[in-house]
């Protein structure tokens, strides 16, 4: 009867194994290149961000905001579905709605001129124009505008209220294939938000 192999069974994922790897991994003062990593999937971590934004592992808020913000670089959306990937795993986590949240943003410029600058609640900085749209969602039953801005890679952050109503102020009316809307200039785009016949 041949001897067993020794084998070390490898260890289940958990959020300090991947917060290494990817602390090892990340180049200085940017983003790590995930596009360029393959790693095998290793299971889903009991990670999840809320609607709000907020990061929870095992049900609990993650209170370190350094580790959030490392955890958002090695964030990757495939077929729908989001991974944290770094050069030797891949685990799939919870997003409920937007990975981000655009809690703030500049204007500058004015009409087709006009640059909007959203910051993120993960350190993120992204210029409003053709590689970041804007986009709104209607809720179906209740017409509430859910808006988002694409931030990196497919990942979009949801613009939080208080940024959408000052959003809303800089506004202004642009015909689109034959209908005015209600909209945003940002990098020499028009980002339609609402039909004008809808604003009453």
Request: overall charge negative; proline content about 10%; aromatic content about 10%.
């Amino acid at each position: 009867m041949a001897p067993q192999d020794n084998v070390t069974p490898t260890p289940p994922p958990n959020a300090d194994s991947l917060a290494a790897s990817a602390a090892k991994a990340a180049k200085k003062g940017g983003l790590p290149p995930i596009h360029l990593w393959n790693p095998p999937f290793c299971g889903d971590l009991d990670i999840r961000i809320a609607r709000d934004g907020t990061w929870f592992y095992l049900g609990t808020p993650i209170g370190r905001a350094p580790l959030v913000r490392l955890f958002s670089t090695i964030l990757k959306l495939e077929d729908g579905k989001y991974f944290l990937v770094t050069p030797v795993e891949k685990v799939g986590i919870v997003v409920e709605d937007a990975p981000f949240v655009a809690v703030d943003f500049t204007a500058s410029g004015a009409g087709e001129a006009q640059d909007l600058t959203f910051e993120t609640n993960v350190g993120d900085v992204a210029v409003a124009g053709p590689e970041h749209p804007i986009r709104v969602v209607r809720d179906a039953d209740t017409g509430e505008p859910s808006p988002y801005v694409m931030i990196r890679a497919g990942l979009e952050a949801l613009i939080d209220r208080k940024s959408f109503y000052r959003l809303v102020d800089l506004g202004v009316h642009y015909p689109q294939e034959g209908t005015s809307w209600f909209g945003l200039w940002s990098g020499g785009i028009f980002f339609p938000v609402i039909p004008s016949a809808d604003l009453g």
